[in-house]
């Protein structure tokens, strides 16, 4: 074998930008899951859109090591991006619920989220809504949403 043949999986996400796109195809499968009303499929997405966007700025530290600081700051400062984390964490452990300990703990700013199924339309009415620890509520599709054109404009204006 040669060595791209050995290193497809990473040839396949060579770039933030590359990353950015899954993204944007998970989030698509996200609307596209809570549209028709399929919960599982829907979660499923969740973790995959969460974890592709949590760990964008790990990708960019990783392979453009003279943005290291500029991305990790972006990540701290961002309500956006801290949201997105607590999304990931939350969905790749199949809970969509926290402890007030553990938010505490790890400096989450997610307190909860809901799975949420408009009983007058159950097909077409299914959402997800984060609740953070300042009590303010966010319909997750545009928490992710946002999160990806925050690193899309950052990648953007490094040159990335």
Not at 92 to 102: F, I, N, R, V, Y
Not at 103 to 118: D, Q, R, S
Not at 126 to 136: C, G, N
Request: include cysteine; charged fraction near 25%.
């Amino acid at each position: 074998m040669t060595a791209l043949e050995t290193n497809l999986f990473f040839r396949l996400f060579g770039t933030p930008r590359e990353l950015l796109s899954k993204a944007d195809s998970d989030l698509a499968r996200l609307t596209d899951a809570l549209a028709q009303g399929h919960q599982r499929e829907a979660l499923h997405a969740l973790m995959d859109c969460s974890i592709t966007v949590f760990h964008t700025g790990d990708w960019i530290r990783a392979t453009h090591t003279d943005h290291r600081r500029a991305s990790s700051d972006l990540a701290t400062n961002s309500k956006c991006l801290r949201m997105t984390r607590d999304i990931a964490n939350a969905a790749k452990h199949g809970d969509l619920t926290w402890k007030p300990a553990d938010f505490e703990t790890h400096g989450a700013v997610l307190a909860k989220m809901e799975y949420k199924v408009n009983r007058r339309s159950p097909a077409f009415g299914h959402r997800i809504v984060a609740l953070t620890t300042d009590s303010t509520s966010h319909d997750v599709l545009d928490v992710l949403r946002d999160a990806i054109a925050e690193w899309r404009a950052f990648v953007e204006a490094k040159g990335i």
